[in-house]
């Protein structure tokens, strides 16, 4: 799989909204980006995932760059309790394993 | 609503003992599963992968007699931690999938504590 680069932490304002970038300059063709969250002492939770175009859910919106290398999550609007580790992951289609690196420490101030 | 359990949510054993975990995929019938383990302050590392009505399948540095891992269902996936000493203490979190393009949702996990 790719390896992904992302900020070790990042603080956002409440109700301001959250863009979180990831690196994913060797990802390949068929490779797929998705994002996953772990609120503390809980699991993963999944957020979103795309291949080439943009995607939005009721969570968020993943903006993928033309050339792929890079993507950015976004929050529309951060709440406490988005106050995460954000986890970006490049995943090939065929293949089960999810490569979690250290992900981004997203801390939602008041 | 959550797609996959697990129980116990956290376990205290003492140093030697047994602990089993299991994993249940509460929306589908799932071929695959896979366990994770989580170190305070470190990321997700892929620990196996457990396939229905076959071996387990271990990553590199995972002692297979040590975490025994019984997926003898498509809905159920057990890891016990055998003679569990300190240094198992961990964060255990288990997914599952049917098909390689399935999203994967993650169970809640279980904090294992060995004194």
């Known amino acids: 799989d790719a390896k992904t680069t992302q900020p070790t932490s990042m603080d956002c304002a409440e109700g301001r909204a959250a863009n979180l970038p990831c690196n994913h300059s060797t990802i390949s063709g068929n490779e797929y980006v998705y994002w996953y969250r772990q609120i503390h002492s809980q699991g993963p939770q999944y957020i979103i995932h795309g291949l080439k175009n943009n995607e939005t859910n009721e969570m968020a919106s993943l903006i993928i760059t033309e050339d792929r290398k890079s993507s950015t999550l976004i929050l529309p609007h951060a709440t406490l309790r988005d106050t995460a580790v954000y986890y970006c992951?490049?995943?090939?289609?065929?293949?089960?394993?999810?490569?979690f690196g250290a992900g981004t420490t997203v801390t939602v101030r008041a | 609503g959550a797609v996959v359990s697990q129980h116990p949510s956290w376990v205290i054993c003492k140093s030697g003992t047994s602990v089993k975990i299991e994993c249940r995929s509460l929306?589908?019938?799932?071929?695959?599963m896979f366990w994770y383990r989580q170190f305070p302050k470190q990321s997700l590392m892929l620990m196996a992968t457990s396939n229905e009505g076959s071996k387990a399948t271990y990553e590199q540095g995972v002692e297979k007699d040590k975490f025994l891992i019984n997926h003898a269902s498509l809905t159920l996936s057990t890891l016990t931690v055998t003679s569990a000493h300190p240094e198992d203490s961990s964060f255990y979190i288990c997914t599952r999938t049917r098909s390689s393009t399935d999203t994967q949702y993650f169970g809640p996990g279980t904090r294992l504590t060995v004194l």
């Open positions: 929306d589908f019938q799932a071929t695959t």
């Open positions: 992951i490049v995943r090939v289609g065929n293949d089960y394993k999810l490569s």
